[in-house]
């Protein structure tokens, strides 16, 4: 499939990837976040055994895609050294894939280390949120065949919420976006393996990330398959006052743009009430006259 793979690696998940689509619904991407400090379940999944055990719910849940996170990215997370974030992450990776053959599995980091290590481990899919900064990022994602998400964020965790004023947020994210997959294709990765995320609550405020919610129709008119993660962000707490816990319905309506998309990825932290919710507003859409 990849020309620039060579023989001797281990072979990525070429058919897990390719089966995502076709499909009238989006595919969902669960978060599993190995970390203290995540802003809704930050400490809740650091043990191996609770780890796993909430993986194996993600999937009977219906989740397509499960993605492993060592770092939180949430505003002013402080940063985490390589080798901490390589122990959260890549052995619960090689442990889900011997257990779970057949399930796509994500790592989401910045890292080149912990991505390189997770893809030997198992993964398929880099989740990037500084869209591949590391410039050997997307050469190593093009040798393995695997996957990348390329994310808009202003700044970093630490700085991002300081400025979130855009003369046209839309434009700003969907030019940024194109060049990266730009230059991810002009590295090696296959067009269709470049995935693009608007970054919802990465340096956005409430009327940008609505905005750039709405535009999914137009970044997807970029050519690749969409990532978008509103679920439990502040940005839902500012619209209807609940505090995290209380963001699921939050959470599904700001999904609704995905709805009708060709191909499309939505990343959260309910896999259960999602799947239910896309399939009927999938299915309304296509009775609409
Ligand atoms: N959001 C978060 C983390 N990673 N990756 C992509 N592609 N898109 C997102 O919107 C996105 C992401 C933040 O959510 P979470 O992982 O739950 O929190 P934390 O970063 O605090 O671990």
Known sequence: MNGARTGDLPQPGVDRLDGLWPRPVPVVM????????????????????????????????????????????????DPVPAVAELLRVVPMVAELRRRRPGVVISVDTSKFEVAEAALEAGADLVNDVTAAA???????????????????????????????????????????????????????VPAHRVWIDPGIGFGKDVDGNLKLLAALPELAAL?????????????????????????????????????????AVVRVHDPGPTVHFLEVACRLRGAAP
């Open 30 to 77: 669960a978060v599993l976040n190995r970390t203290p400090d995540s802003f809704s379940d930050g400490g809740r999944f650091l043990d191996d055994e609770d780890g796993l055990r909430h993986a194996e719910r993600l999937i009977a849940d219906g989740a397509d895609i499960v993605d492993i996170g060592g770092e939180s990215t949430r505003p002013g997370a």
């Open 134 to 188: 590391d410039g050997r990022m997307l050469g190593l994602v093009a040798e393995r065949g695997a996957a990348i998400v390329l994310m808009h964020m202003r700044g970093s965790p630490a700085t991002m919420q300081l400025d979130t004023v855009y003369s046209d947020v839309v434009a700003e994210v969907r030019d940024f976006l194109g060049r990266r997959a730009e230059a991810a294709v002009a590295a090696g």
């Open 223 to 263: 050519g690749h398959p969409v990532v978008v993660g509103p679920s439990r962000k502040s940005f839902l707490g500012r619209l209807t006052g609940a505090p995290v816990d209380g963001r699921l319905a939050g959470s599904l309506a700001a999904l609704v743009p995905t709805i009708g998309l060709e191909r």
